[in-house]
């Protein structure tokens, strides 16, 4: 084989990136692995922080029974005939039962003014064109309002400015309207914005006589034509407690009760302990424990791959197999007194770990029904088994804030995560100075090479020549 035909048969140049490549593959599969290691770890913190949220809404859960709240004592108002007067209780409630007579609503006190015709001209011709003021009272705050007048301003133009300039006053206490009494006719209305006789409007001009001019006002600055008066309303409790309110919202007439008046009329307010409302937090709380176990039980057990069966992201974790199992352990946990010992005897069932998988195996099942009717036979029992010293709830709710809190089992796995992160940072960015090294080494390598070959192409092409000459 001649020299030119041993040089052609080892022509790579096209193959320098390939080789390069070859020669740091193990270099970029162990990177790769950081990579991945890295990636796992930012999974492990978003879970947790899943997790929390989690625990957080289980921890929330419990407060309700173990904080000043209490659901076993929840009241509610019910009136008799809601078109009279509607109920609703509130903290402080006391139960029982009151007849109620409503005498009288509260009302706005409301005037008008005299009524023009869309396009008469009568009070521009008495006032002259200008800046005039006029002023209202309510409640011994007045306030001062301007508009200005145009000489060709039509009576219904200048209703509409003194409208246009006391709804523009936010703050104010009167608002104002346009009515149409009769065909072609307006007339200007100013009301109250609050209800009793407290709230009253007394008007007055301040340099001309444009309240007057527009008959809202008579000469002595009382009113002239009065559309409503207001009155304060008066409800009577029982056979002589007399109630008055300048609102139809009446608080504090009968402890923790709201009253909001409809119309005139005699119904009753009956206040109870409601049972539903214990019954519907204990549902709550049973949803998200389940939640909870189930979520803790997917990232213990939860199927990754083929090669890794039941076997969830923090299989090997035992802190959060602790737990699962000390939430398990604590919603069993028997109470030194009562008629009731464990959560067990109220209504809570545990599921049938046969039927269920292995990340829903510690649920449990609520039946409202028996729950409600242990509540109803013994309602101290069952908030003593909850929410005593050494109940379920507060012995849960202690053991959540030691797993939620700052420095926390969660804020250590965070924290572990975050420290292993950082380690394996540095490790990445080590392996990839020491690969860009390699690389740049090998490619030179390798392009020195094929220079030496192309080199030998060329001396073996001249010595075909010269043999060929020659012969």
Same mark, same amino acid.
């Given at each position: ?38 990636? =796992? ?25 173990? +904080? ?30 009151? @007849? ?6 509260? *009302? ?8 023009? %015709? ?54 104010? $206490? ?12 307006? /007339? ?8 009793? /006789? %407290?709230?009253?409007? @007394? ?18 600055? +009382? ?10 309303? $008066?409800?009577?409790?029982?056979? &002589? ?24 009329? /005699?119904? =009753?307010? &009956? ?9 519907? #937090? ?11 176990? =189930? ?14 069966? @039941? ?9 959060? #197999? ?79 804030? @030691? ?5 926390? %089992? ?6 572990? +995560?975050? =420290? ?5 940072? *540095? ?19 390798? /392009? ?24």
């Amino acid at each position: 084989m001649s020299v030119s035909e041993i040089s052609s048969s080892y022509d790579f140049s096209y193959k320098i990136d390939s080789l390069v490549e070859l020669s740091v593959k193990d270099k970029k599969t162990a990177l790769n692995k950081l990579y991945d290691q890295k990636d =796992s770890l930012n999974s492990s913190i978003s879970i947790i922080s899943s997790l929390r949220g989690t625990l957080n809404s289980l921890k929330n859960s419990i407060s309700v029974f173990t +904080s000043y709240s209490d659901p076993f004592s929840y009241v509610k108002a019910v009136s008799s005939d809601e078109s009279v007067f509607s109920v609703s209780a509130s903290e402080g409630a006391v139960t029982g039962f009151s @007849s109620m007579e409503v005498i009288s609503l509260a *009302s706005s006190h409301k005037i008008g003014s005299s009524s023009f %015709l869309k396009d008469s001209t009568g009070l521009i011709s008495s006032l002259s064109a200008g800046e005039k003021r006029f002023s209202i009272s309510v409640n011994s705050v007045s306030k001062e309002y301007s508009i200005n007048l145009d000489s060709d301003d039509t009576d219904y133009e200048i209703l509409t400015k003194i409208k246009d300039a006391v709804n523009d006053d936010s703050s104010g $206490q009167v608002r104002a309207g346009i009515i149409q009494e009769k065909d072609g006719e307006y /007339t200007l209305v100013l009301e109250s914005r609050n209800t009793g /006789t %407290l709230y009253d409007m @007394s008007l007055s001009d301040i340099d001309s006589d444009l309240l007057k001019s527009c008959g809202i006002i008579n000469a002595d600055s +009382s009113v002239k034509r009065t559309l409503n008066s207001s009155s304060n309303a $008066q409800v009577r409790i029982g056979d &002589s407690l007399l109630i008055e309110r300048s609102s139809n919202k009446i608080e504090n007439a009968l402890p923790g009760i709201t009253i909001d008046l409809k119309k005139k009329g /005699t119904a =009753s307010v &009956s206040v109870n302990v409601d049972e539903s409302y214990a019954v519907s #937090k204990i549902k709550e709380f049973a949803a998200s424990y389940n939640k909870a176990v =189930s979520e803790l039980g997917r990232l213990i057990y939860e199927e990754k791959d083929e090669n890794n069966p @039941s076997k969830g992201f923090f299989y090997s974790d035992s802190r959060l #197999k602790n737990v699962r199992n000390s939430l398990r352990m604590l919603l069993g946990q028997s109470v030194s007194s009562g008629e009731y010992k464990n959560i067990f005897s109220i209504g809570f069932k545990t599921v049938d770990a046969k039927t269920f998988s292995k990340e829903q195996s510690y649920n449990v099942n609520f039946d409202e029904a028996a729950f409600s009717k242990y509540l109803k036979e013994n309602p101290e029992a069952v908030k003593n088994l909850l929410s005593s010293a050494d109940g379920v709830f507060s012995k849960m709710g202690e053991y959540l804030n @030691s797993v939620l809190k700052s420095s926390g %089992l969660l804020d250590n796995i965070y924290e572990s +995560s975050n =420290s292993r992160i950082s380690f394996i940072d *540095s490790r990445i960015k080590s392996s990839e100075k020491t690969l860009n090294q390699q690389i740049a080494y090998y490619k030179a390598l390798y /392009t020195s090479l094929n220079g030496r070959i192309n080199s030998m192409k060329s001396e073996g092409s001249a010595l075909s020549s010269i043999s060929s000459y020659l012969s």
